[in-house]
Structure formats: C-alpha cells, structure tokens
C-alpha cells in the first residue's frame, strides 16, 4: 500500500482556482434545481479544503505570505458560494407555482444564511474585516424571512432561520481579533448553541440607561452598542442578550463545580459575559501619532528571550519596524508589515522606541487589513527590561530541570512586587520556584497569577531567599 502524504500547500492553490473557476461557471446556471445541486457540491469540496488553505506557517517571510495567499483565495471561495446561495433564494421567490412546496425556498435561505455564518467564521480565523456588502446581504435575508413569517421554521438540520441569523450577529457583536486560535474554536461552539437564547427586537421607543446592541437592515453593518438611537425617527433593530447570558452564567457555573481542568473556556465565558452584556470602555486616553514614528518589533518566545539575555544572533531576521498610530499609558496601536516577525494574540513580543531599552509587550488584538500584507495591532505594555532567567518550579521531589523564562523586577505603578513570564502553564497558588538570574540563585513564590494566555502566564512573586553569586577569586 502507497502510504498517506499530506497535500503540498501549491495543491491546495491549485484545487482552490479549479473550485473558483467552476463556482464562477454557476453565473450561467438559471435553473433553480440544477444550480443547487452545483452549488452544494461546491460548497462541500470548499468546506473540505479550507483547512489546508488555512495552514499557518510562520517559518519565513515567504511561507508567510504564502498562507496569506491561501487564506485570501479561501475567503473568495466561501463569497462567491454566499453569493451564489443568495442568488438561488432568488430564483425559489420567482416559483409562483400553487402546486410548488415552500420547502426548497425555506432550504435556499437556511444555505444562504449557513454559508454567511461559514464566511463570517472564515474571517475571523484568519483576522480579516468581513467583506463590503457582506452585512447588508444578510440583514435583507432576515427581513425577507421575517416578512414571510419563517424565522421560526426549522430546516433539515434541526437549526431555524431565525437561530441562524442570530449567529452571526452575536458573532459580529464578539472581538474574535482579540482570542487565541483555541479560544476562537470555542467561541464559534459557544455560538452556535447559545445565539437560539437571544431575541431580535424591532424598537419602538428610546434605549434603557443600560443601553443595547442596535442595527438597521437597510445598513452594511454589524450591530453596535449605543446608550441612546442615533436617529430615533429611523426604523431600528437590537439584538437583546439577556437569556444567551443566562445560559452562559449556568454553563459557567456548572464548569467550576468540575475537577477537570477547562481554563480556556471558563476565561472565555468570563469574556464573553462582559462582552455581550456592553462592550468594555477604554480605561486610558489615547494620542493620536502622525508623524510616521516607527517601534522596532521582535516575536517569538525564543527571540525574545535571547534579546532579553543580550545574546545576539547573526542569522536572526532583522527586528520588524512598525508605525505607531497612537499610544496610550498602557499600550500601542500599530500598524505595517512584519512578515518575517510573525504576529499572533496572546504573544509576547520585544518593543524598543529609537535607542531605548527594550520592553516587554503581548498582542491584544490583530487584524490582517485589505488584500496586501500589513498588519494592524493592539500591544499592551508589559514592562521595561525584562531578565532572561532560568527557573524550575520546586516539588516534593525537589526542583524540576530548569526552563527558560523572562522576569521583571517590581513594579509599584503596575502593581506587582515582581512576576515571572512562563511558557506554558506551572502556576500554583504558592508554588515555590528556584530562579538562576543575576543576582544568584533564588526561591520565590507564586502569590497571584496576573494574567494567562494560550501560550503563557503572568505570575507575581514574593522573593523568599537568595543565594548570591559566588564573588572571582582574586
């Protein structure tokens, strides 16, 4: 037997254009049946083959831009397919037929709205705006649904119309940009069972001191969160989050009650139960930069940490060199190209303005911005000139083999009396950890874990003991 071998990311290209070129050829297809039959076979080779079109490599630049390129021939494929479904809703509203079952035109808007929520998901796994055009399309499909009274109706696949549409507005309302690979899974899941609890509401007087998340349908855009009508005269839609909330609260709680370790989805719900209720407001002033100053960037934990020791490796890519478009107390915003620095939220980054030190940042949120290759980011300050240090939690059986990490000296102003940045997750309320660093060989302990991502935590420590270095001899 031949063994297995995994398709080269060029096949994938390939397969892709080939798929491209025949949805393009269902522009001349007319007949209802017949276009559908096409479009779903399309639509099913698509689906199989977005993820190896979504394969990330972040070895080079050139790898880099080449899953660009895949996860940009991806998207086009899922438009063209949510167009064509669009357009087979379309042709089942010309059927006037008194003799022609409702069924095939309920089936064409459930597909249309299907492969809106597959389009919308597609976006924000590879951190790009949704496509123009892309809101309108849908908010027309629920007001077509709505007018015939569907919203309810269920579809073969025991999901409604109206369950669908909430979907992807709740997706819309959620900062997917701003959550690890692993967490975005989660949240396309959570979605998925929980958007059937909210409620759509066509508003006839003014918003609550709570305020609400409101759209239009005649509007390309997602819902938003306003305290008050920006046009009370207009015609207004919210989407009311009360009973999804409810259920996460339940769902949250039942998730604490177990020994299993679901850290990722208990932080996310966390979020989400902030999120969906009103968005967070900015805690710090932000100022504006135009003068195109630029932040040399560096990704990745082993080159951050070789920055931080000082060591300096020849080979390594030069640092990226990002614009700051605005700044604030506890971050940045920036915004160009980094392909051979690769971005990701939830990483460490090493930041350094002109000839200052270096600082410690993490990526809050990224977005991949139009057709080219830039980025734009949200970095949150972590703290100036951080160590790289060697640490080994201590056990019953004594000290683990030592790993590396990064280490930052107190901070009043941030609030910590010291904190260790892990690979990995080794946090234990007290936990006692040897740490090799420059001053000699020290215990600390584990006080309180700041904060936590996919790939790392954010420890405080309490210095328990040193040992110092042992002085040269003369």
Request: charged residues 20%; glycine residues 6%.
């Amino acid at each position: 037997m031949m063994p297995l071998t995994t398709p080269s990311p060029d096949t994938g290209l390939t397969t892709a254009l080939s798929l491209q070129e025949q949805i393009w050829q269902l522009n001349y297809e007319n007949h209802p049946e017949r276009l559908n039959a096409a479009a779903l076979l399309c639509y099913e080779r698509s689906m199989a083959l977005l993820p190896q079109l979504e394969q990330s490599s972040t070895a080079n630049a050139e790898a880099q831009t080449h899953t660009r390129l895949a996860a940009q021939q991806a998207q086009s494929l899922l438009r063209s397919l949510h167009q064509t479904f669009i357009r087979i809703t379309l042709l089942r509203s010309n059927e006037t037929s008194l003799f022609i079952s409702s069924r095939p035109r309920l089936e064409a808007f459930g597909m249309a709205l299907e492969s809106g929520w597959q389009l919308a998901c597609l976006y924000a796994r590879t951190l790009a705006p949704l496509p123009p055009g892309f809101w309108l399309s849908c908010h027309q499909l629920f007001t077509e649904i709505h007018t015939l009274g569907w919203a309810k109706r269920s579809l073969k696949n025991g999901s409604s119309l109206g369950a669908l549409y909430r979907q992807i507005l709740l997706l819309g309302i959620s900062a997917s940009n701003r959550l690890e690979p692993q967490k975005m899974a989660l949240l396309f899941k959570i979605v998925r069972e929980e958007a059937r609890f909210s409620d759509l509401v066509q508003l006839d007087q003014t918003l609550n001191e709570q305020g609400a998340f409101i759209y239009q349908t005649d509007s390309d855009e997602a819902p938003r969160f306003a305290h008050e009508l920006p046009e009370p005269e207009q015609i207004w839609w919210t989407i009311e989050t009360q009973g999804t909330l409810k259920q996460l609260s339940s769902r949250l709680q039942l998730l604490l009650a177990q020994s299993e370790d679901r850290h990722f989805e208990i932080q996310l719900i966390g979020r989400l139960l902030q999120e969906w209720a009103a968005p967070p407001r900015r805690q710090h002033f932000r100022l504006r930069r135009s003068n195109g100053e630029q932040i040399q960037l560096i990704s990745l934990w082993s080159r951050c940490w070789d920055i931080a020791a000082g060591h300096i490796d020849e080979a390594a890519p030069e640092p990226a060199k990002l614009n700051i478009c605005n700044i604030s107390a506890s971050g940045l915003l920036l915004q160009g190209e980094s392909l051979n620095q690769p971005l990701q939220a939830g990483e460490i980054l090493m930041l350094r303005r002109g000839g200052q030190h270096w600082q410690l940042g993490l990526v809050r949120w990224l977005s991949l911005r139009g057709d080219g290759l830039s980025s734009e980011c949200g970095i949150e300050l972590i703290g100036r000139s951080p160590e790289a240090v060697h640490i080994a939690p201590i056990t019953s059986l004594g000290a683990d083999t030592l790993a590396p990490a990064l280490s930052l000296a107190p901070d009043i102003r941030r609030g910590h009396s010291g904190m260790l940045i892990l690979a990995g997750k080794q946090y234990q309320a007290m936990r006692m950890f040897t740490v090799h660093d420059s001053r000699g060989i020290c215990k600390v302990r584990a006080t309180r874990l700041v904060m936590q991502t996919a790939y790392y935590q954010f420890i405080e420590t309490r210095l328990e003991e040193v040992t110092p270095k042992a002085l040269p001899e003369d």
